[in-house]
């Protein structure tokens, strides 16, 4: 026999007992297929108010499914209702919630779980609430969703609400009030969220000037992507029927 084939036998055990001291690679792992969850933005909510958190998944290969969905809520926040929304369809299957109001657990209602198509975006929100004594002018981390063995951090910031804040009435914070003013229609809706698909929250009137906070990347409406976070903690508006005052920089 070739020395290069040779191999001591003590060698050999200790080769196949370290791999089945291996542990298995994940069902969602990207080696093979794995989900892929992030935040695209992180929604300013004031204290008191109820707003829209969104997930994103991406499956690279069709998953197996998973059996549940699990959302703890991010400091100072609570879940107000008992269930959420895939691709903006609310979910037909009831969700459990905590005594503390902090933690959802979802099921599928069939034995082959939530499934995420290949290489297709699925949008899955919740609506948080932050507490009315939450600190304003910060973001509020520690929430976190899950999907079978995958999960992604997750966090909601608060604008400042006082005399110098967005919604005061006091003098401007040191880099001046960002406003936008509606135009192009008589009454533009509101949304929860940067798209249509999204609830209705407000009504505001054409001409009106109002408080935003900073805009991203949503729905396109009118050949334009853009959409405002309203300061008053109302959700988002089409940046397609609203005109910026002076320059709104992006979401952090």
């Given at each position: 026999m070739p020395a290069s084939?040779?191999?001591?036998?003590?060698?050999v055990v200790a080769a196949v007992t370290a791999s089945c001291l291996m542990p298995g690679v994940p069902a969602f792992a990207?080696?093979?297929?794995?989900?892929?969850?992030?935040?695209?933005?992180?929604?300013?909510?004031?204290?008191?108010?109820?707003?829209?958190?969104?997930i994103l998944a991406v499956a690279s290969a069709e998953s197996p499914g998973a059996g549940s969905i699990r959302i703890t809520a991010p400091e100072h926040t609570t879940f107000p209702e008992a269930?959420?929304?895939?691709?903006?369809?609310?979910?037909?299957?009831?969700?459990?919630?905590?005594?503390?109001?902090?933690?959802?657990?979802?099921?599928?209602?069939?034995?082959a779980g939530f499934v995420f198509p290949e290489d297709e975006q699925v949008r899955m929100a919740v609506t948080v609430r932050v507490?009315?004594?939450a600190p304003e002018g910060t973001t509020l981390g520690g929430g976190e969703w899950a999907a079978g063995r995958d999960a992604t951090l997750?966090?909601?910031?608060?604008?400042?609400?006082?005399?110098?804040?967005?919604?005061?009435?006091?003098k401007d914070g040191p880099k001046g009030k960002l406003q936008a003013r509606v135009v192009g229609t008589d009454r533009l809706n509101v949304r929860s969220g940067p798209g249509t698909r999204y609830g209705k929250t407000a009504v505001v009137k054409g001409g009106a000037v109002v408080g935003v906070l900073c805009k991203?990347?949503?729905?396109?409406?009118?050949?334009?992507?853009?959409?405002?976070?309203?300061?008053?903690?109302?959700g988002w508006i089409a940046a397609r029927y609203a005109e910026n005052v002076n320059k709104v920089p992006y979401c952090a």
């Open positions: 084939r040779c191999v001591p036998a003590a060698l990207d080696s093979q297929g794995g989900l892929r969850l992030s935040q695209p933005y992180v929604p300013s909510i004031a204290p008191g108010r109820s707003g829209a958190v969104e269930g959420f929304r895939w691709n903006g369809q609310r979910g037909s299957m009831p969700c459990d919630r905590s005594a503390d109001a902090r933690r959802l657990v979802c099921g599928a209602g069939t034995r507490d009315a004594d997750y966090a909601v910031a608060t604008p400042v609400t006082g005399p110098k804040g967005e919604r005061g009435e006091g991203v990347n949503g729905e396109t409406v009118g050949g334009n992507a853009v959409w405002y976070e309203l300061a008053d903690g109302r």
